[in-house]
């Protein structure tokens, strides 16, 4: 019985060989390893044929990603992640055209192991390597799903490391043209999360909780910055004092401090509304950056992408926004909106069109700007 299962997962395997070569398809793997999330994709001419990321369970006790704990998990997920990609995507290793991984940036210790793994398998296979910058990718992202944007397009790309307003002019031709001063927005959910007693990361939980409260119940001040940058830490610190007063004013006094037990009191009676116009705040900082790029830039294709574009209030209040300024309006799938190994294959289906492999001594950088 084992042995009709090997010889038919041999004919089938030269099958899809065969069809693949037939019809020129490109294919490939692609595997994110960036922070917290072990994924891998496999692509075809553009198409998502698989999507499978593990998440790492294991940081939620630290209130935030441990490195080194992270590039551990890695070196444990890689090949089942990789593999299980493979099946749900019906093909081999043989039939892959080129291995894309993220380069940069990350964790560096997470990005090694991805990298590393991605070259055996190019060597191993006598295939190109692709190297894909994560935040450019969380844009492409933007490109897996149709209707597609056309080119050029705006992107808001909110992370839990980034927050950037880029101008894309084609899959190789972006330019980044408002980025975070301080805290990322993602950041600034998951900190305001945590100064109220919620595991991380907050962000979902503030989204959860904010959906039964009323977001004008308490006012957080928007920062002034100039230009297309954003800022957060002014807010983050606004809510701190709120909170250690327990919402007794709301002009964030650091000496008029309410004790512990009134603070977790106040925290417990009123999360809902707490965290509903904390959101309200974030996601208006956010829309009204936005907002003015596109007059700035005169372009009316929108799109959003990362982490914090999976929440619900931003998602609703973008697509409002953009039907009041006569915006074509894009998010991205839910899934391809945290981190995922889609929006690096679909990066590396683009890169590999204009032939833009890497060399094998490539290493992965912690930080990048383009
Ligand atoms: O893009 P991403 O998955 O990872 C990075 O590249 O950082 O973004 C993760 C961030 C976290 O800060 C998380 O709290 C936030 O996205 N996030 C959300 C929601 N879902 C994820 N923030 C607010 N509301 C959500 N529904
Ligand atoms: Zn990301």
Redesign the pocket.
Known sequence: MQYDLNYFKIILDLFFHFLFKILIIITVLAIES??D?TAASVCADGRILSNVIATQKIHEQFGGVVPELASRAHMKNIVPTVEKALINAGCSLSQIDAFAFTHAP?LIGALLVGAQFTKSLALAFDKPIIAVN?LQA?VLANLIDDPKPAFPFLCLT?????TQIVVCNSTSDMRVIGKTIDD????A??KS?KLLGLPY????L???YAKLGDPLSYKFPEPKIEGLDFSFSGVKTSILYFLQNAGRNTIYKEDFKATNEERLAFIEENLPDICASI?FRLVSILLNKLKKAAVETGIKNICLA???S???S?RKEFMLLGEKEGWKTFIPAFEY???NAAMIAISGYYKFLDKDFAEMDITPVARAEW
Do not use: K, R
Not at 184 to 187: D, S, T
Not at 201 to 204: I, S
């Open positions: 960036s922070c999330e990350g994560h969380h909110v992370s839990g490391g980034h990322a927005a993602g950041e959910f998951d999360a990361p907050g962000g979902p503030i989204d959860q959101q990362g982490g914090v999976a929440n619900s931003l909106c945290t981190d």
